[in-house]
């Protein structure tokens, strides 16, 4: 496609429920990352893949959350037993190399919301 | 740490006018920063970016200052006009280390141009 999607674009799941997000990316882009927005929040740092490379996890809140790249192109992201406070918009980027200095494009999000 | 903060929650302006929205950073080892700005419901989109080796970057409406020994930077918009209403969001990118093609993130400024 042309742009980066997501899916879904809005997910609600009660408390406890493990819940799958899905990104897919630039076609040709070989970085993906992943971030989320809080209510009033800026964007947050998650996971960032890159290539064959082993992922950078660093901004990942807890041991509930993980990513993984399949064929390096699409993504999921998943969160286990969720959270009131895991409610957010999760945001999935990608760029070309992920070399640096490059513009990192944005989907549209997925709008999680734990009851 | 690298910390980037927007102090402005909000901003409104009259169309014509000039819209300057500013941006601090606290880690000067990190040495490209860009803007974004995300309509509700949307993606972020890639606006303007500076790297460190420059003080300004103009792009048509928009200008990116840099003030690198007051760590500080701001975006003009001239003149804005109501579809530049919008949250936006600046940015700075780690070119190095753990922090490579990750993007930190202020917590954005609500622009609101009136006609």
């Known amino acids: 496609g042309a742009g980066v999607s997501q899916s879904p674009s809005n997910k609600v799941t009660e408390k406890g429920k493990d819940v799958e997000l899905r990104c897919d990316p630039i076609s040709g882009h070989t970085a993906l990352y992943w971030y989320r927005q809080s209510l009033g929040q800026g964007l947050e740092f998650l996971i960032y893949f890159q290539g064959n490379s082993a992922p950078d996890k660093s901004g990942l809140p807890s041991d509930r959350f993980s990513a993984e790249r399949t064929g390096g192109s699409v993504s999921t992201l998943t969160i286990q037993r969720t959270q009131q406070e895991d409610s957010a918009v999760y945001l999935c980027?990608?760029?070309?190399?992920?070399?640096?200095?490059?513009?990192?494009?944005f989907g549209p999000g997925t709008r999680l919301l734990v009851l | 740490d690298q910390q980037v903060k927007q102090n402005s929650p909000s901003l409104s302006v009259q169309e014509g006018r000039i819209s300057i929205l500013n941006c601090d950073y606290t880690n000067s080892m990190f040495d490209y920063f860009l803007w974004y700005k995300k309509y509700p419901a949307e993606g972020p989109t890639f606006l303007i970016s500076?790297?460190?080796?420059?003080d300004k970057n103009e792009d048509g409406r928009f200008t990116v200052f840099l003030n690198k020994s007051a760590k500080h930077l701001s975006l003009h918009i001239v003149p804005s006009q109501p579809g530049d209403s919008a949250v936006y969001f600046c940015?700075?990118?780690?070119?190095?280390?753990?922090?490579?093609?990750?993007?930190?993130f202020g917590q954005g400024t609500i622009l609101t141009v009136h006609p």
């Open positions: 980027a990608s760029s070309l190399n992920g070399e640096g200095q490059e513009t990192q494009y």
């Open positions: 500076i790297s460190s080796i420059k």
């Open positions: 940015a700075q990118e780690g070119t190095g280390g753990t922090s490579y093609g990750k993007l930190t």
